[in-house]
């Protein structure tokens, strides 16, 4: 099946940095998602991704959709302790609602 | 709207017991999805239904696994007989178009 690789896999960082961390594919997408998951519960959606080229922000979050149709990033400026979790990127594959998921970036801020 | 429910929220049973896991959308939404996360697998979509039809089961591991929706405001997951290797975290999705939001989960373990 399809592969998003995620990278990097994990990061260490302080509050108050900056944070990018990308997802790729080998195969064209029409729509890139991002969540957040924080320890024991479920995924939240951050940001939706439509067409290739687009910017979009949440806040502290902005992503982009790659011009290629073949990756996204996500920058998180100003990390806050809260930031803390693991962010997937997900892209619909067939029908519109499949998502197939990134294997995750653990992110860890410390004080 | 409460968002998507899940019960229970920790299952701990017996190998060879019988588990139902259970999960109510989001009112309105015509997709729901039932996925499996784990540390070696990440999340994997088990199967989903639109309108209440099965789609793609194609992500269920086993016979021991079956799901059913009866009606657009419910749906199960049953495992029977349970094993070890079934112990994972079970998320129920539901949405619209694309964008699908995520229950807090069912830990499940088997022991």
């Known amino acids: 099946g399809q592969q998003l690789n995620q990278s990097p896999q994990s990061m260490f960082i302080q509050e108050g940095e900056d944070v990018s961390m990308n997802c790729t594919s080998s195969?064209?997408?029409?729509?890139w998602l991002w969540y957040k998951q924080d320890p024991g519960e479920g995924p939240v959606l951050l940001i939706a991704?439509?067409?290739?080229?687009e910017l979009t922000s949440n806040g502290r979050l902005t992503a982009q959709f790659g011009i290629t149709r073949k990756d996204s990033f996500l920058n998180i400026s100003a990390s806050i302790p809260s930031d803390v979790g693991i962010y997937f990127c997900?892209?619909?594959?067939?029908?519109?609602?499949?998502?197939?998921f990134g294997t995750g970036t653990r992110l860890q801020v410390t004080l | 709207d409460a968002g998507v429910i899940q019960s229970p929220r920790h299952e701990v049973t017996e190998m060879g017991q019988e588990v139902t896991l259970r999960c109510k959308p989001i009112?309105?939404?015509?997709?729901l999805f039932w996925y499996r996360q784990t540390m070696m697998r990440g999340l994997e979509l088990l199967i989903y239904f639109n309108n209440n039809v099965p789609i793609d089961d194609s992500g269920m591991p086993e016979d021991r696994f079956s799901a059913k929706m009866p009606n657009a405001s419910f749906s199960t997951l049953k495992i029977q007989p349970s094993e070890p290797r079934d112990s994972a975290v079970y998320f129920c999705?539901?949405?619209?178009?694309?964008?699908?939001?995520f229950g807090p989960g069912t830990r499940l373990t088997v022991t």
């Open positions: 999705a539901s949405s619209l178009v694309g964008e699908q939001y």
């Open positions: 991704l439509y067409k290739a080229g």
């Open positions: 195969s064209i997408f029409n729509t």
């Open positions: 009112s309105g939404h015509d997709y």
């Open positions: 997900a892209v619909t594959t067939g029908t519109a609602s499949k998502l197939t």
